[in-house]
């Protein structure tokens, strides 16, 4: 019973690095979002992916990129890491239409010196 | 203006109170409205989603009013196991896109 699953669960860069978090869902969900969450905040939305082949821009898209490499993968790419990246990353999957609930994965902590 | 605004709290409550959180959203084509618990380090989970009849569950009770683009969520005879932040989420009106607010962090106390 995976639902979502991410990886890595943490992980330290050093700032200009770059790096890939990977996202999988099993659930033969529609649509896949990255968010961010910094302290004491609530989750911002980065990237999200409506269907499999479509892409668009969330809340907080800058030094971002994602693929949508099919249906059941989503993954989000930092090119050049930022001290202003440090978060932890959390990946999403729903159905898709209607009043459906987003299952989680259980988040990366990320930190970029 | 962000899309979905809650009072951040923190609510600090004692065990068996109750405690209302109030929620606001912009956008008046939004479709779906959820309520999210997230605990410590982990990752959000569905409360409830919230219809526009209102809706209970429990010692939970959703409220919808579009008029006003506003969401509640109150809990009665509240429990040690209720500390949490609480996410109000809005499902927009593009395809799919989900936005939350900051949350409402709630402590009970003994």
């Known amino acids: 019973n995976a639902g979502v699953t991410q990886t890595p669960k943490f992980q330290v860069l050093k700032t200009g690095q770059s790096m890939t978090l990977q996202c999988a869902q099993d659930?033969?969900?529609?649509?896949m979002y990255w968010y961010r969450q910094d302290p004491g905040m609530g989750l911002r939305l980065i990237y999200y992916?409506?269907?499999?082949?479509?892409?668009d821009k969330g809340e907080v898209p800058n030094g971002y990129n994602v693929s949508r490499l099919n249906k059941r993968e989503f993954s989000l790419r930092l090119e050049s890491a930022a001290p202003s990246q440090t978060s932890v990353y959390f990946c999403?999957?729903?159905?898709?239409?209607?009043?459906?609930?987003?299952?989680f994965g259980q988040g990366t902590r990320l930190t970029v010196v | 203006r962000k899309e979905v605004e809650q009072d951040p709290g923190p609510f600090n409550v004692p065990e068996g109170a109750t405690v209302a959180f109030n929620c606001t959203y912009s956008n008046s084509a939004s479709q779906s409205f959820f309520w999210y618990r997230q605990d410590c380090r982990k990752e959000p989970k569905l409360l409830m989603s919230v219809y526009s009849s209102g809706n209970e569950d429990g010692r939970f009770t959703a409220q919808l009013n579009r008029a006003s683009q506003y969401i509640s969520l109150l809990i009665r005879d509240s429990k040690l196991s209720d500390s949490a932040t609480y996410l109000c989420v809005v499902k927009g009106s593009s395809a799919s896109k989900i936005i939350f607010g900051s949350g409402t962090r709630l402590s009970i106390r003994p």
């Open positions: 999403a999957s729903t159905v898709g239409s209607g009043n459906t609930e987003a299952f």
């Open positions: 659930m033969n969900h529609n649509s």
């Open positions: 992916s409506a269907s499999e082949g479509t892409t």
